[in-house]
């Protein structure tokens, strides 16, 4: 995968389609515990501070620009990644291409959305099996929603269980291990993981050895967003980079730190290695 050094993270800097059709291909390829995290500029702030979050993100298999500081920062810097791919970019795409049953891999992106079609019904009369899902995540409600939605918009995927686990500021090892026996029992393809950073990606990093699954994704506040219960900013804010601003209207005291003192850090180390080159 192409991806480009920024401030000592290797960030994803390829398309969308090719990100897909990756994850595809370790899902079909035998992988296990290939890993996705989402950079943006308070992540990879905390990260400074915190060893076993900073692990995390530097073992993750790849790191998509997540944040519109990630996107200005390779231009500043001279790279090539000219725009964001969000966790909800993520999963509402690999379920979209998931969705078809028995649909394998091939070498070239463009070859794999020609013959995408074709290959599906050729696969389906073959009786192509059913990728699987697990959530872990967010609160009972809100998995039984999304367990709803799943059947009507993606038919084609098993959700194969949800976990709700305790709201608590750190997870002890008995609350690890109930975690991972639930996922691994339910044997998924796919373990989505939506916890708030840096819980979840730091949970990952603890446990990614005892999971039998392929592709594990955190992704933050996906769950939410794809069930409504908390509404995504407009497509023209997420265009003009400012997604952000919506949320911190609505949610000032649980943001206002990473817009008001994160990202203006971030950008500040920023401008120093540009000076630096």
Not at 9 to 19: P, Q, V
């Amino acid at each position: 995968m192409t991806t480009e050094d920024i401030l000592g993270y290797d960030i994803y800097a390829g398309t969308a389609a090719e990100l897909l059709t990756q994850v595809q291909c370790w899902l079909d390829g035998g992988a296990r515990g290939r890993v996705l995290a989402c950079a943006n500029p308070h992540s990879l702030e905390v990260a400074r501070t915190d060893d076993l979050f900073r692990a995390a993100l530097q073992q993750a298999d790849v790191r998509v620009p997540d944040g519109a500081g990630v996107v200005l920062a390779s231009r500043i810097l001279g790279g090539a990644i000219r725009g964001r791919i969000t966790g909800s970019d993520v999963f509402l795409g690999v379920s979209g291409i998931l969705d078809i049953e028995g649909v394998r891999c091939q070498v070239s992106g463009d070859r794999w959305e020609e013959n995408r079609e074709e290959e599906a019904e050729e696969e389906k009369g073959q009786g192509g099996r059913r990728y699987r899902y697990f959530f872990l995540g967010s609160t009972a409600e809100n998995l039984a929603e999304i367990r709803r939605r799943m059947a009507a918009d993606y038919p084609g995927i098993e959700v194969a269980g949800t976990y709700a686990p305790p709201f608590k500021a750190e997870f002890d090892a008995a609350d690890d291990a109930a975690m991972t026996a639930a996922v691994n029992a339910a044997r998924p393809d796919v373990l989505w993981v939506g916890l708030t950073a840096p819980k979840q990606e730091k949970w990952i990093q603890r446990n990614r050895d005892r999971l039998d699954v392929a592709f594990i994704a955190a992704v933050g506040a996906v769950f939410d967003f794809y069930t409504g219960r908390v509404r995504r900013s407009s497509s023209l804010f997420r265009r003009l980079g400012l997604e952000w601003l919506p949320r911190l209207v609505r949610e000032p005291r649980r943001l206002w730190r990473r817009n008001f003192v994160s990202n203006p850090r971030f950008m500040a180390r920023v401008l120093r290695a540009r000076v630096k080159r």
